[in-house]
């Protein structure tokens, strides 16, 4: 480990906001910095952000930590920075932004990710034989298809994580975690396969992608002196190479080994887990090689929606929870959670399907909606809050049971996330799981995560593994409740029907709003 005094900078870009965390070599965070953006939502399925936007929320949200850190530009020795997977954006030479970018939650190229996955190009098999609409493959191919102009004058196609780099540093590079996961890269195969692009209907695109493809913790490059004045930092820093958001919020967790699992609890979830060996099902997204630990493999899941349906409710519902909480100067979301636990395990008959913007995992099905059932004049807000961390909860085990037939199981699970902050939603996942859940020291594990990256980057490390053994601490284990496994056992089930019994009909529906089509 490299001398007293030296600290390095973790920048966490999440779906509504950016976290900047500045830590010590042996993982304490010694001041932090945040800032929130806005989503814009233009058609049923569409989820928008303006990058200008969420990059001014990043230069505020460091410059922020840095000035009340008390700590020396000179002693912060390296920086990284995550962002949301295939969150795409179109820019010209000179990284100008030509249009939105479109969200990792955005459906609109379901048409482009059914034709590529009807390819069964052996490329698939590392994604679980299908693309998924959220990736960078079927969105290249929908901006081609229709926005042409746009693509034309594209002189990068890239993800806002790749563009951060580039404002830092300026250069073009994409993260290894990225395009295995998100662009149908595959290590073992030489990394892209221009067939299976050719194939679907990209020709050229490799031209407007980034070529240098580098692993999580590598130096991307130096800081410009531009960005360094506006970040508070001294120019020439290393850069490293980050990732997506929950995957380095995994490394953020210690889970670099296999045995565990990382659910990270944000406006979406996301359950990683690291393999010896490939694990290949359809209900599971991978197996990724060499996606963040090189030698290892990568198994996927999520859900779509999770965070988000409590914002949902909250900006939609609850106007008075909102009013309350501002007079006593308390999060909205801890009085929810009171009304939460008011109320018995099972909601009293309420079930909530989490399906708002498709479902990504086991069922691979972007036409899913959300759904709610089991209404009653009885029923009351706490109940609907309840109920929906049931949904949450009950999703993750639906993810958890297909890696169990699958072959492929761990031992333990930790978390991170916003939803760490939340008792009923950790207790509810220790309960539907049956497993006890391990919170870190920092629940802000994808800056941590960063700084695990340019810790490695500034050479103070070996690598990834070796620098998460000393930087990342357990500080408590919520341990599941027994007297509650018959409640949720049996609500599971009616959460799994709930989707088979309202497929298609929610298909119908998202078929004509989306494209006009009733079929």
Avoid at 237 to 262: F, Q
Avoid at 437 to 446: C, K, L, Y
């Amino acid at each position: 480990m490299g001398g007293v005094g030296r600290y390095v900078l973790g920048v966490d870009s999440g779906t509504q906001g950016v976290r900047a965390g500045l830590y010590s070599l042996d993982g304490e965070c010694v001041s932090s910095g945040e800032r929130e953006y806005g989503i814009a939502f233009p058609r049923p399925g569409w989820a928008e952000q303006d990058a200008r936007e969420v990059w001014k929320a990043l230069v505020a949200a460091v410059a922020d930590c840095v000035r009340n850190s008390g700590v020396h530009p000179r002693d912060i020795v390296a920086m990284c920075c995550d962002g949301t997977s295939s969150t795409v954006l179109a820019v010209d030479a000179n990284g100008e932004p030509l249009m939105p970018a479109i969200l990792w939650m955005d459906c609109r190229a379901v048409s482009q990710a059914e034709r590529i996955s009807s390819t069964r190009h052996p490329v698939l098999r590392y994604v679980g034989g299908r693309d998924s609409v959220e990736w960078m493959t079927p969105k290249a191919l929908w901006l081609l298809e229709n926005e042409p102009e746009v693509y034309e004058q594209a002189h990068r196609v890239l993800e806002t994580t790749d563009w951060f780099v580039f404002q830092l540093t300026g250069e073009w590079t994409a993260s290894l975690c990225n395009t295995t996961c998100k662009w149908n890269y595959a290590s073992p195969d030489g990394g892209w396969s221009v067939e299976f692009l050719d194939a679907v209907g990209l020709s050229g695109v490799l031209e407007k992608w980034p070529s240098r493809v580098l692993p999580m913790g590598a130096e991307a490059g130096r800081l410009l002196p531009e960005p360094a004045n506006e970040l508070g930092l001294v120019p020439g820093i290393p850069v490293a190479e980050g990732g997506i958001d929950a995957h380095v919020g995994m490394v953020g967790l210690g889970v670099t080994e296999p045995g565990s699992a990382a659910v990270i609890l944000g406006s979406s979830v996301v359950h990683l887990a690291l393999s010896e060996s490939p694990v290949f099902d359809p209900g599971i997204w991978g197996p990724y090689p060499d996606a963040v630990i090189p030698g290892l493999w990568l198994v996927e899941g999520g859900q779509v929606s999770a965070g988000s349906i409590l914002a949902w409710f909250k900006d939609n519902f609850a106007a008075d929870i909102v009013a309350e909480a501002r007079t006593a100067a308390v999060s909205p979301y801890s009085l929810l959670d009171r009304l939460a636990e008011s109320t018995p395990p099972g909601a009293e008959g309420l079930i909530v399907l989490d399906h708002f913007q498709g479902n990504r995992t086991p069922l691979r099905d972007p036409f899913s909606r959300g759904a709610v059932w089991g209404l009653t004049l009885s029923h009351s807000k706490g109940h609907l809050v309840r109920a929906v961390y049931e949904s949450l909860a009950f999703g993750t085990r639906h993810i958890f049971d297909t890696w169990s037939r699958a072959g492929f199981s761990v031992d333990h699970v930790c978390v991170s996330g916003g939803g760490t902050r939340s008792r009923v939603w950790l207790q509810t996942l220790a309960a539907v799981c049956k497993s006890p859940i391990h919170v870190p020291r920092d629940s802000q594990a994808g800056c941590l995560g960063c700084a695990i990256c340019a810790a490695v980057a500034a050479g103070e490390y070996g690598s990834i593994t070796e620098a998460a053994r000393e930087m990342v601490h357990v500080a408590s284990t919520v341990e599941p409740d027994p007297a509650a496994f018959e409640d949720y056992d049996f609500y599971y089930d009616k959460y799994l029907r709930t989707y088979e019994a309202l497929r298609a009909l929610m298909h119908e529906v998202a078929n004509k709003q989306m494209s006009g089509r009733t079929e």
